[in-house]
């Protein structure tokens, strides 16, 4: 038998990990706040129109995402074909429209809103890829006040006569959201916090 020693081999270094990529920040520092808007109100006086898509009464949402003191925004709106054409679909088959220009948020005088996370942002999203079809009874203020409700967990009613949904009453609700004032934007990108408002209201 050799008298020499065996020699343990030497250990193979374990491989340095490659950095991992940074996180896209394209929304990095953005707030996002969602608003319901109608142009009409019971509470104010305003006529007694119900489902008048090319007249008075009409509702919609507003997406403000605001970074460095920049407001970007985005309008939601539905139309029915008879009114809007192809325009600014959401979706081939959707009458959700975006960005229309009936929508300008300047013309929508009464407006409740709220900060939105990313994960009501994505749920946003998802309902209006999905896509809405007008109808008497599924019009803009059912669109305007279901979506809403469903992506901020804050509900609106647009509930009128005979239970169907209208842009006047809207926006005597958004009047009770804000405590009585027409909205609780103030203007410059940034909404203040919401008013001491009852977290639901008329059905």
């Known amino acids: 038998m ?3 020693s065996s020699s343990s ?3 193979v270094p374990s491989p340095t990990p490659a950095p991992s990529a940074s996180p896209s920040c394209a929304t990095c520092g953005t707030t996002r706040y969602l608003c319901v808007q109608s142009n009409v109100s019971t509470t104010a006086g305003d006529p007694g129109i119900l489902t008048d898509p090319g007249g008075l009464g009409h509702a919609n949402l507003a997406l403000h995402e605001v970074a460095g003191g920049v407001d970007t925004v985005t309008t939601y709106g539905s139309w029915p074909a ?9 979706s081939s088959d959707s009458d959700i429209r975006v960005n229309y220009p009936g ?3 300047s013309n929508y005088p009464y407006v409740h809103c709220r900060e939105i996370n990313e994960e009501q942002y994505q749920k946003l999203q998802k309902m209006i890829a999905d896509g809405d079809e007008w109808g008497y009874l ?8 279901d979506t809403f409700s469903e992506v901020t967990n804050v509900n609106v009613s647009a509930s009128d006569t005979l239970w169907i949904s ?3 009453e809207l926006g005597a ?3 009770r959201q804000n405590g009585g004032g027409l909205t609780n934007y ?6 203040m916090a919401p008013a001491n408002a009852p977290f639901s209201s008329s059905f």
């Open 2 to 4: 050799s008298g020499g």
């Open 82 to 90: 008879n009114v809007a054409g192809e325009a600014n679909r959401s």
């Open 138 to 145: 599924n019009n803009c203020s059912s669109f305007a006040s």
């Open 103 to 105: 929508d300008d948020p």
């Open 166 to 168: 209208t842009p006047r």
């Open 173 to 175: 609700d958004i009047m």
């Open 9 to 11: 081999p030497s250990p």
């Open 186 to 191: 103030t203007g410059g990108g940034i909404p």
